[in-house]
């Protein structure tokens, strides 16, 4: 990690520190650790968002840290056919490859810095698995999960998939040179990612040299949070310390400040954070497993649409395969 990098950060276009007199740091409200666990046919995750409140979190829903992993050859997981309705889910791959496959046509492969970005809205079945050469040779396999959540009004858009290249993400750096910025979605100072989202979020991939500060200038109808996929450092201007596998939340202002330790360890040699910051939908809440929805009675709507087979059917080429519906 990182797969996407460059030879010399200043070649790239910067995105300029806030004045410092203008500006308002984001406090810090929270840091937590994500606890360990396993998905799908297996697969070691950190559970990004466990313990924080939903309502902190708006409009993100979920976020799983996949790996890192080395699998021996013959170990490789991924997840059985299952189905989602209500929120859009975005994969990003750091090393490693996956293959997606859904009910709606959309599909493909992603690895080392692509990103795949679906949205499953009305409701769709799909499944992620590591292609047969893959399970076959094993390898490393890292990348994390994002369920972004739809307003009321979109959750019944038709599905749709993005197939992200790892070429197509927009590479910036801070202010001094001293972090690659992947911007993924959104805008960040007047640069635009590549994501096509129904809500409006950004995502920020950021690389941290040792030593190095970072400070963004963040949108202040947005929340923010920074979580962080490998390395040692600070956040805010308390210069909180965080480590892999924490997650910040930070409180109302219009810049988020990261900073990398000078020592870091060998395996992780730089500060790797991924920063999210969406704007709020402030609706009601009522998730189960697949389905995120508004209510109580659209979870249950949406159980029997999908046990009557009205998200959709899997594909004659993945005939047989088991459909999971709490995946």
Do not use: C
Not at 5 to 28: E, F, G, K
């Amino acid at each position: 990690m990182p797969a996407v990098t460059v030879d010399d950060l200043l070649t790239l276009p910067r995105v300029h520190a806030p004045d410092a007199a203008m500006s308002t740091p984001r406090p810090i409200r929270s840091v937590t650790t994500a606890p360990r666990g396993f998905e799908g046919e297996g697969f070691p995750v950190r559970r990004a968002f466990a313990g924080v409140d939903l309502a902190e979190l708006d409009p993100f829903i979920h976020l799983d840290q996949m790996g890192e992993v080395e699998y021996a050859p013959g170990e490789p997981k991924g997840t059985p056919w299952h189905p989602h309705r209500g929120f859009e889910t975005v994969t990003y791959m750091l090393d490693g490859t996956l293959s997606h496959t859904d009910s709606h046509g959309g599909g493909g492969l992603i690895t080392d810095g692509d990103t795949q970005w679906m949205t499953a809205g009305s409701g769709l079945l799909h499944i992620e698995t590591p292609p047969e050469e893959i399970v076959v040779a094993g390898g490393l396999f890292h990348g994390f999960q994002l369920w972004v959540n739809l307003p009321r009004q979109a959750k019944w858009t038709a599905p749709r998939y993005q197939d992200l290249r790892a070429g197509d993400v927009r590479l910036l750096s801070s202010h001094d040179g001293g972090a690659l910025l992947r911007l993924i979605a959104g805008d960040l100072s007047g640069h635009g990612g590549p994501g096509s989202t129904h809500t409006p979020i950004t995502m920020v991939h950021a690389t941290v040299e040792p030593g190095a500060e970072v400070r963004l200038p963040w949108r202040s109808d947005y929340n923010a949070l920074a979580y962080v996929l490998a390395g040692h450092g600070r956040v805010g201007t308390e210069r909180r310390p965080v480590e892999t596998g924490q997650l910040t939340v930070f409180g109302r202002g219009d810049e988020v400040v990261l900073a990398a330790d000078e020592s870091q360890e060998s395996r992780a040699p730089r500060l790797d954070v991924l920063v999210l910051g969406g704007r709020p939908i402030r609706e009601p809440v009522a998730w189960y497993g697949p389905f995120v929805m508004n209510t109580k009675a659209e979870v249950m709507q949406a159980m029997d649409d999908f046990q009557a087979g009205r998200l959709g059917s899997i594909p004659t080429l993945h005939a047989g395969g088991n459909v999971d519906p709490t995946a």
